[in-house]
């Protein structure tokens, strides 16, 4: 039986190449070379990305410019801290004990985020009226 001249595997004389290292076994054939990925794929996958993110980035600036971006969350949050804030000062200062405050806090954080609830809703339905 022959074998590999490269690597001295034992193979089959039918066989082209070595099942061990790959090297060509035929004198006729030339060496094939591993493709390399077709071009033209790898540039439209690439055109498709930068597409697809100016897309992303095309939206956001209209979003921005209609002013569809969310200030209802912030405006929760900041009225929360502020609230929190007071309550502890009125609580340091010995107007207000802490049940009190704590109930209290409660209350009115359900209030604001009601509020806002609604306020975010109102907004949906004038962005997107029901026809």
Same mark, same amino acid.
């Given at each position: 039986?022959?074998?590999? @001249?490269?690597?001295?595997?034992?193979?089959?004389?039918?066989?082209?190449?070595?099942? @061990?290292?790959?090297?060509?076994?035929?004198?006729?054939?030339?060496?094939?070379?591993?493709?390399?990925?077709?071009?033209?794929?790898?540039?439209?996958?690439?055109?498709?990305?930068?597409?697809?993110?100016?897309?992303?980035? @095309?939206?956001?600036?209209?979003?921005?410019?209609?002013?569809?971006?969310?200030?209802?969350?912030?405006?929760?949050?900041?009225?929360?801290?502020?609230?929190?804030? +007071?309550?502890?000062? +009125?609580?340091?200062?010995? +107007?207000?004990?802490?049940?009190?405050?704590?109930? +209290?806090?409660?209350?009115?954080?359900?209030?604001?985020?009601?509020?806002?609830?609604?306020?975010?809703?109102?907004?949906?339905?004038?962005?997107?009226?029901?026809?």
């Amino acid at each position: 039986m022959p074998y590999c @001249q490269k690597c001295g595997t034992e193979i089959r004389e039918e066989m082209v190449f070595c099942p @061990q290292c790959g090297a060509p076994l035929k004198a006729e054939q030339p060496p094939v070379a591993a493709a390399p990925a077709p071009a033209p794929q790898v540039a439209e996958k690439a055109e498709k990305r930068e597409k697809r993110e100016k897309e992303e980035k @095309q939206e956001k600036t209209e979003k921005h410019e209609k002013r569809e971006f969310g200030v209802i969350g912030p405006l929760i949050g900041g009225l929360i801290l502020v609230l929190i804030g +007071l309550l502890s000062y +009125l609580q340091v200062s010995g +107007l207000l004990r802490t049940e009190v405050a704590s109930a +209290l806090a409660f209350i009115i954080i359900g209030i604001i985020i009601v509020v806002g609830s609604i306020y975010a809703a109102l907004m949906a339905s004038r962005r997107h009226p029901r026809t």
